[in-house]
T-cell receptor
Framework: EDKVVQSPLSLVVHEGDTVTLNCSYEVTNFRSLLWYKQEKKAPTFLFMLTSSGIEKKSGRLSSILDKKELFSILNITATQTGDSAIYLCAPGEKGGYNKLIFGAGTRLAVHP | GAVVSQHPSWVICKSGTSVKIECRSLDFQATTMFWYRQFPKQSLMLMATSNEGSKATYEQGVEKDKFLINHASLTLSTLTVTSAHPEDSSFYIC?????????FGPGTRLLVL
């Protein structure tokens, strides 16, 4: 059975701290892994990773995938209160529709 | 780009009524859309994959006669919750796919009294 485990489940930090969010997965017919940020409404897309070892970066956020060890990390440097959200990891399957399997998420709270 | 809308954003209905939720891709065409539900403090659970011009593919445990999906055009998919009951109260979210990435609508909160 496909499985996605995110850790930690929740994290409280102060502004300016750096955080690392982890995602390990077991997915048959793995194709890619996506990261999303969910605030009060629906998730917003952050990154899609398909190749091992290639870092994707967007501002203070970066992410990398290890297909051999079956995990991904999402780093946020110099955190701000606006980074407070739930971060969801979603590996996708090959096949007709690239179905995504969502982890439970990491709830990040950044305090001033 | 890649904007997905949902309507309505909130709906309250009486038990036994049916509710239709629309999902539209505003600036692109989507052959495939997905419908999820999310309970409080839980992650997204895929309900079904909606394919333009063909029948939806439902996940195990999701009743296709209760959750009717119609993907009538490349920019519109609808989810109808038939004979809604209080246990159907949830946050329903759709997504539309471009290549391998899913872009999500803002969600619809359904409360069944």
């Amino acid at each position: 059975e496909d499985k996605v485990v995110q850790s930690p489940l929740s994290l409280v930090v102060h502004e300016g701290d750096t955080v690392t969010l982890n995602c390990s997965y077991e997915v048959t017919n793995f194709r890619s892994l996506l990261w999303y940020k969910q605030e009060k409404k629906a998730p917003t897309f952050l990154f899609m990773l398909t190749s091992s070892g290639i870092e994707k970066k967007s501002g203070r956020l970066s992410s990398i995938l290890d297909k051999k060890e079956l995990f991904s990390i999402l780093n946020i440097t110099a955190t701000q209160t606006g980074d407070s959200a739930i971060y969801l990891c979603a590996p996708g399957e090959k096949g007709g529709y690239n179905k995504l399997i969502f982890g439970a998420g990491t709830r990040l709270a950044v305090h001033p | 780009g890649a904007v997905v809308s949902q309507h309505p954003s909130w709906v309250i209905c009486k038990s036994g009524t049916s509710v239709k939720i629309e999902c539209r891709s505003l600036d692109f065409q989507a052959t495939t859309m997905f419908w999820y539900r999310q309970f409080p403090k839980q992650s997204l659970m895929l309900m079904a994959t909606s394919n333009e011009g063909s029948k939806a593919t439902y996940e195990q445990g999701v009743e296709k006669d209760k959750f009717l999906i119609n993907h009538a055009s490349l920019t519109l998919s609808t989810l109808t919750v038939t004979s809604a009951h209080p246990e159907d109260s949830s946050f329903y979210i759709c997504s539309a796919q471009i290549e391998e990435t899913q872009y999500f609508g803002p969600g619809t909160r359904l409360l069944v009294l």
